[in-house]
């Protein structure tokens, strides 16, 4: 309950002073969430899949930061391209604010020439943010007896707020390397409970710019291809936020292991993430953590994600289909 009051605080303070600016739920398995990441990612592989993912962020506050989504997409060759539909809920301070999201998107494929591919993304997103006034305020309590009062304060004069919202993205890959932007909130649209001043709370615009290449790695064990190399690199901005995320995996026939590092910019390191996964056929999980390094380590105890994934089976193509060589998770 006094978390839950800490963030109404912030949220009413901030919102009366007309600065507050939102950032979106963070991911740390980017590719076993690529709608996500990148509407562009719709329909990248040949038969349609669907995929599950879930992240605890914080778990030494409670339930502070937890965020589910699931998401569905598919080739459709009478349309050249692919259809994806993204769903998400994103609970922040214990049920204090919910936000509710459902995102359909499009991808249309363009074979640059015999070798390079470029898949370019749009996706149209329907926002619900909810917030349950249910606190206990100061003014609420008795010394002895507890919250026996009624409170002063006024609840805002709509505890739901609905918008629409727009992003794209590009993406282009070849056999060895992949490549990609995305601009998500192209529209910036206003999510404050207080008004309808779009200089009070708007949801900035988010810039990610994504690299990554597979390397093949020599084994007189494993087949060509069954042992890798996947080096990555991810930068994000949103406001005056910027984060940089660098990392591998180890691909050893059906077991993933990866190592990242999350750097804000300053050079302040935030989190070293370790990653286990097992594909198998057309399925994939894959269980990370995010070992907390800034000053909030002895606070927080990092975050925790759990990612699931399973592609259906579909008939071959009668053309060829170009998939993006990039990681499973």
Same mark, same amino acid.
């Given at each position: 309950?006094?978390?839950?009051?800490?963030?109404?605080?912030?949220?009413?303070?901030? %919102?009366?002073? $007309?600065?507050? @600016?939102?950032?979106? #739920?963070?991911?740390? $398995?980017?590719?076993?969430?690529?709608?996500?990441? @990148?509407?562009?990612?719709?329909?990248?592989?040949?038969?349609?899949?669907?995929?599950?993912? /879930?992240?605890?962020?914080?778990?030494?506050?409670?339930?502070?930061?937890?965020? /589910?989504?699931?998401?569905?997409?598919?080739?459709?060759?009478?349309?050249?391209?692919?259809?994806?539909?993204?769903?998400?809920?994103?609970? $922040?301070?214990?049920?204090?604010?919910?936000?509710?999201?459902?995102?359909?998107?499009?991808? /249309?494929?363009?074979?640059?020439?015999?070798?390079?591919?470029?898949?370019?993304?749009?996706?149209?997103?329907?926002?619900?943010?909810?917030?349950?006034?249910?606190?206990?305020?100061?003014?609420?309590?008795?010394?002895?007896? %507890?919250?026996?009062?009624?409170?002063?304060?006024?609840?805002?004069?709509?505890?739901?707020?609905?918008?629409?919202?727009?992003? =794209?993205?590009?993406?282009?890959?070849?056999?060895?390397?992949?490549?990609?932007?995305?601009?998500?909130?192209?529209?910036?649209?206003?999510?404050?409970?207080?008004?309808?001043?779009?200089?009070?709370?708007?949801?900035?615009?988010?810039?990610?710019?994504?690299?990554?290449?597979?390397?093949?790695?020599?084994?007189?064990?494993?087949?060509?291809?069954?042992?890798?190399?996947?080096?990555?690199?991810?930068?994000? $901005?949103?406001?005056?936020?910027?984060?940089?995320?660098?990392?591998? /995996?180890? @691909?050893?026939?059906?077991?993933? =292991?990866?190592?990242?590092?999350?750097?804000?910019?300053?050079?302040?390191?935030?989190?070293?993430?370790?990653?286990?996964?097992?594909?198998?056929?057309?399925?994939?999980?894959?269980?990370?953590?995010?070992?907390?390094?800034?000053?909030?380590? @002895?606070?927080?105890?990092?975050?925790?994600?759990?990612?699931?994934?399973?592609?259906?089976?579909?008939? #071959?193509?009668?053309?060829?289909?170009?998939?993006?060589?990039?990681?499973?998770?």
């Amino acid at each position: 309950m006094i978390k839950r009051f800490i963030l109404l605080m912030i949220v009413t303070i901030l %919102g009366a002073t $007309q600065i507050t @600016n939102a950032q979106d #739920p963070e991911f740390t $398995q980017f590719y076993a969430n690529k709608l996500y990441l @990148n509407p562009a990612f719709a329909g990248s592989q040949r038969c349609p899949r669907i995929s599950v993912n /879930y992240r605890n962020q914080w778990p030494a506050l409670g339930s502070t930061y937890v965020t /589910y989504n699931a998401s569905y997409d598919q080739f459709v060759r009478p349309l050249e391209g692919g259809l994806g539909l993204l769903l998400m809920n994103d609970v $922040q301070g214990d049920g204090a604010i919910s936000t509710s999201t459902i995102s359909g998107m499009y991808s /249309y494929a363009l074979r640059a020439n015999r070798f390079f591919t470029v898949r370019m993304g749009f996706q149209a997103s329907y926002y619900q943010k909810k917030l349950n006034w249910d606190f206990v305020f100061p003014d609420m309590l008795h010394p002895l007896y %507890g919250p026996i009062y009624q409170t002063n304060e006024v609840p805002p004069p709509d505890l739901s707020r609905s918008f629409f919202d727009f992003s =794209a993205g590009i993406v282009g890959f070849n056999r060895d390397y992949f490549f990609g932007l995305a601009v998500h909130h192209l529209t910036e649209p206003l999510e404050s409970f207080y008004g309808k001043d779009k200089s009070e709370s708007v949801l900035p615009r988010k810039y990610t710019v994504h690299f990554g290449t597979k390397i093949p790695l020599p084994s007189r064990r494993f087949k060509r291809g069954e042992l890798s190399l996947s080096p990555q690199f991810i930068f994000q $901005q949103q406001q005056d936020f910027q984060q940089v995320n660098y990392g591998l /995996y180890l @691909n050893r026939n059906t077991i993933v =292991a990866g190592m990242w590092v999350r750097q804000n910019f300053g050079f302040h390191y935030d989190s070293f993430i370790m990653l286990v996964g097992f594909v198998q056929d057309k399925i994939q999980f894959a269980y990370s953590y995010d070992l907390t390094i800034s000053k909030l380590k @002895n606070q927080t105890l990092g975050a925790h994600e759990v990612s699931y994934q399973m592609e259906f089976y579909c008939q #071959p193509q009668r053309t060829k289909f170009r998939t993006i060589s990039c990681p499973s998770f």
